[in-house]
T-cell receptor, first 114, second 115 residues
Framework: GDSVTQMEGPVTLSEEAFLTINCTYT??????LFWYVQYPGEGLQLLLK?????DKGSNKGFEATYRKETTSFHLEKGSVQVSDSAVYFC?????????????FGKGTTLSVSS | DVKVTQSSRYLVKRTGEKVFLECVQD?????MFWYRQDPGLGLRLIYF???????EKGDIPEGYSVSREKKERFSLILESASTNQTSMYLC??????????????FGPGTRLTVL
């Protein structure tokens, strides 16, 4: 079945460092891909998304490019801030009915220190 | 502003109790979902519903049931709570349209502790 694998954390960085969180997927055809972020004590919120190969999603300085050839959707940010400390989830929506549930990776905890 | 609300942020129950977790969305979405979140396991789908009175099992439905009597409300029921159901429970909703970019909107979560 479809699945998402993301790098295990925690990831610990200093402020202004470069961030990469790896995400790869297994799916039939061309799923939609998402990154969600969960700040401490809150629910998940959408960070960015991409729906077809070579699409680049971006938001709040974060970027991810849908790479069909490597089945990847890595999250990057050029200069992280303390406020970026959170748990990041990669997810896919399989092909099929619009009501299909998302499939999530296990999450990567990011901790940024000043 | 779109909103998914959950009835409680924190809940403490005793083993064997019947527990109701309520979720309400104000976006007129057809689809609603219940997940549980555990450290190292990510989000796992318990049940989802694509219409009133309709429900589908997710990956881990055992020990849970759901109710969707109205479009905006989706309830998760623990018939007889057990300690291994101590977890964070997240509700989500999404529209039933053909758009491939349809995201899910999440509530703030309910942290349930079963003693």
């Amino acid at each position: 079945g479809d699945s998402v694998t993301q790098m295990e954390g925690p990831v610990t960085l200093s402020e202004e460092a470069f961030l990469t969180i790896n995400c790869t997927y297994t799916a039939t055809g061309y799923p939609s891909l998402f990154w969600y972020v969960q700040y401490p004590g809150e629910g998940l919120q959408l960070l960015l998304k991409a729906t077809k190969a070579d699409d680049k999603g971006s938001n709040k300085g974060f970027e991810a490019t849908y790479r069909k050839e490597t089945t990847s959707f890595h999250l990057e940010k050029g200069s992280v801030q303390v406020s970026d400390s959170a748990v990041y989830f990669c997810a896919l929506r399989p092909l099929g009915e619009a009501g299909t549930a998302l499939i999530f990776g296990k999450g990567t905890t990011l901790s940024v220190s000043s | 502003d779109v909103k998914v609300t959950q009835s409680s942020r924190y809940l403490v129950k005793r083993t064997g109790e019947k527990v109701f977790l309520e979720c309400v969305q104000d976006m007129d979405h057809e689809n609603m979902f219940w997940y549980r979140q555990d450290p190292g396991l990510g989000l796992r789908l318990i049940y989802f519903s694509y219409d009133v009175k309709m429900k589908e099992k997710g990956d881990i439905p055992e020990g849970y049931s759901v109710s969707r009597e109205k479009k905006e409300r989706f309830s998760l029921i623990l018939e007889s709570a057990s300690t291994n159901q101590t977890s964070m429970y997240l509700c989500a909703s999404s529209p039933m349209t053909s758009g491939r970019a349809n995201e899910q909107f999440f509530g703030p979560g309910t942290r349930l502790t079963v003693l």
